[in-house]
């Protein structure tokens, strides 16, 4: 069912009161783009926030690492609370430094969005193994490291409800082309993931949900092609990233019921996605031969 409903963007920090008040939020790859439009509006609605970013650029190449501290003064400058970590996520001692961060600074951790990515696009013909081992230790690895010392922090912790966990997966990775290779294998690494980790954490509290987010992003403007679907708009920018961060709030909220589930975000329009099952199937009395298995499948979709 399309629904269609109309919202109004807060500006400014809620000091004080608000729906993450008392929250303390970790988000990875905080220093541009998306991340930091999820750290600002995570702070806006109350949470004290874990900037992180390695400060490399879209490669994951060239450091500058004063990014996270740019998007802390912000937030602080705004009235919020903030604290800058500069590790690489894909390091299993970087991942662990962030959620410590959380607990030196702030005492708890309640939220973690897993944002951190990097992009090296290649066909399978020019890929080398160092631009595999770099996504796939970024998005995945990323992924897996932060969550796990959230998780291991949480089980010691004991349990406690309104915990959350977003993690961030791509259309590249749900519906796969041409040239989305490694990147998009650890997108859809990361969907299964969230299914895996919302059942296993669910007796801690804690919901663990995705977003696959279309926006005009730092990534999306070094690839001409995907550029090219998004112009720049006179009027709403559907592409603008701001425009994602409602959806990762609401997930990180105590206002969110779902776990377990991936959702997808373009400006105003957004799709949760079901989850996948047999399209068709073909049983026999007996083993399969080869001749029997291709007569059976020669009209299948």
């Known amino acids: 069912m399309r629904r269609h409903c109309t919202t109004v963007r807060s500006v400014g920090l809620v000091t004080g009161t608000g729906l993450l008040h008392n929250k303390v939020a970790v988000v990875t790859g905080a220093g541009s783009g998306l991340g930091r439009e999820y750290a600002l509006a995570l702070a806006a609605h109350g949470a004290r926030v874990v900037v992180n970013d390695f400060g490399a650029a879209v ?32 390091q299993w001692g970087g991942a662990e430094s962030i959620i410590d961060t959380a607990i030196t600074s702030f005492g708890r951790l309640d939220i973690v969005i897993n944002n ?106 070094e690839s001409p092609a995907v550029l090219a679907l998004m ?15 409602p959806l990762v709030v609401y997930l990180a909220s105590s206002l969110c019921r779902f776990t377990g589930r991936v959702f997808a975000i373009e400006g105003p329009d957004v799709a949760v996605y079901s989850a996948v099952g047999v399209a068709q199937h073909w049983s026999t009395t007996d083993a399969w031969s080869v001749e029997a298995l291709a007569d059976a499948l020669a009209d299948a979709d």
């Open 116 to 221: 951190a990515g990097i992009n090296r696009p290649s066909s399978l013909v020019d890929l080398s193994e160092h631009d595999v081992d770099a996504q796939l230790g970024v998005h995945l690895k990323g992924t897996l490291a932060v969550s796990h010392f959230a998780a291991a922090y949480w089980h010691q912790a004991g349990v406690q409800p309104h915990r959350a966990i977003v993690n961030t997966t791509s259309a590249v990775g749900l519906h796969p082309t041409a040239g989305g290779g490694v990147y998009g294998a650890a997108k859809s690494a990361i969907a299964a993931l969230t299914v895996s980790h919302a059942q296993e954490l669910a007796r801690l509290g804690v919901r663990v949900n995705a977003v696959a987010p279309c926006a005009r992003t730092r990534m999306v403007k």
């Open 231 to 245: 112009p720049d708009a006179t009027g709403f920018d559907r592409h603008a990233p701001e425009h994602v961060a």
């Open 59 to 90: 490669t994951g190449e060239q450091r500058s690492p004063g990014a996270a501290g740019q998007v802390v003064s912000e937030i602080v400058s705004l009235g919020g609370q903030a604290a800058a970590n500069t590790a690489d996520v894909s």
